[in-house]
């Protein structure tokens, strides 16, 4: 892992969805892992959003969420923290495209624009994905993404259609 990030704290936004098995526990269940995590403290958590599959050969609805942290881990520590997750929830990378147990995308970290082998952040697609921008607008809607500092409600005014996101369950509740 990396050493020691030069600002002790940032906000980090992540999108998490699930699309197999029991979808809202999962969500649930890997929030509460990420809260019990050393160096991360989960700030808000959104509601849960059945969403269609966008992008991928997926059989079955997503249920997706968005979080935010703040964390002192630099941002290649924390893609490192959420694919441990996905794997405890028996994820399996690689491949085209398709149904999984979780998913956790780090989308933004504070005003920082990553472009890396293995890591790009702002995610490349998040202004694209009313399943990650309904979530985050109702945490965090004035939290400014990079490069542009719009912030993701104007984002989401802006968004171009298609897609949709039902929300199933309040914040931090099971249906």
């Given at each position: 892992m990396s050493g020691?990030?030069?600002?002790?704290?940032?906000?980090?936004?992540?999108?998490?969805?699930?699309?197999?098995?029991?979808?809202?526990?999962?969500?649930?269940?890997?929030?509460?892992?990420?809260?019990?995590?050393d160096g991360v403290r989960l700030d808000?958590?959104?509601?849960?959003?059945?969403?269609e599959p966008?992008?991928?050969?997926?059989?079955?609805?997503?249920?997706?969420?968005?979080?935010?942290?703040?964390?002192?881990?630099?941002?290649?520590?924390?893609?490192?923290?959420?694919?441990?997750?996905?794997?405890?929830?028996?994820?399996?990378?690689?491949?085209?495209?398709?149904?999984?147990?979780?998913?956790?995308?780090?989308?933004?970290?504070?005003?920082?624009s990553i472009r890396e082998p293995g890591l790009t952040v702002p995610h490349p697609r998040l202004r694209e994905r009313l399943f990650v921008l309904v979530p985050l607008d109702e945490i965090r809607p004035d939290f400014r993404l990079p490069p542009d500092g719009k912030t993701v409600r104007e984002v989401l005014r802006g968004h171009a259609g298609g897609g949709w996101a039902r929300r199933v369950s309040s914040r931090g509740e099971a249906r």
């Open positions: 020691p990030h030069p600002n002790p704290e940032t906000v980090a936004l992540l999108s998490l969805g699930s699309n197999l098995g029991r979808r809202e526990e999962t969500l649930l269940r890997a929030l509460a892992r990420l809260a019990r995590r808000a958590a959104s509601s849960l959003y059945e969403t966008v992008g991928l050969a997926a059989e079955r609805l997503f249920v997706n969420a968005a979080c935010a942290v703040t964390t002192p881990l630099p941002p290649r520590d924390l893609l490192a923290l959420c694919l441990e997750i996905e794997r405890e929830f028996g994820r399996a990378r690689g491949g085209p495209s398709r149904d999984r147990t979780l998913d956790i995308d780090l989308v933004a970290y504070g005003g920082l």
